[in-house]
């Protein structure tokens, strides 16, 4: 069983940046797809951008395209999430998982979860 544990959300004015990270526990952390999910109060969990085992195909809601980029250093087993000019509207708590199986965008494709990271961007 793989842990996930993210670091690295915080309060930040609109416009601003954040790095989120994922770290990794298990061997088989380099051999799976990797997402990053948010969920806003009163909301359902969405999909916010995926990354293949290798890093060479990425995946980006429309929301946070061109704002946001996902990267994976395997030899750290750890994933990070560049969340740049943020927006109010982008406050949300911020899991990363590990893909099982199925499409990417969809939580219940991913079967480990890490605790969540909270984004508050302020106005």
């Known amino acids: 069983q793989v842990q996930l544990v993210e670091s690295g959300g915080g309060l930040v004015q609109a416009g601003g940046s954040l790095r989120l990270s994922c770290a990794a526990s298990g061997r088989t952390f380099s051999s799976h797809v990797m997402g990053w999910f948010r969920q806003a109060p009163g909301k359902e969990r969405e999909f916010v951008a995926a990354i293949s085992w290798n890093g060479g195909n990425t995946y980006y809601a429309d929301s946070v395209k061109g704002r946001f980029t996902i990267s994976r250093d395997n030899a750290k087993n750890t994933v990070y999430l560049q969340v740049n000019s943020l927006k109010p509207e982008d406050t949300a708590v911020y899991y990363c998982?590990?893909?099982?199986?199925?499409?990417?965008?969809?939580?219940?494709?991913?079967?480990?979860w890490g605790q969540g990271t909270q984004v508050t961007v302020s106005s």
């Open positions: 998982a590990l893909h099982y199986s199925g499409g990417v965008y969809y939580p219940s494709s991913f079967s480990s």
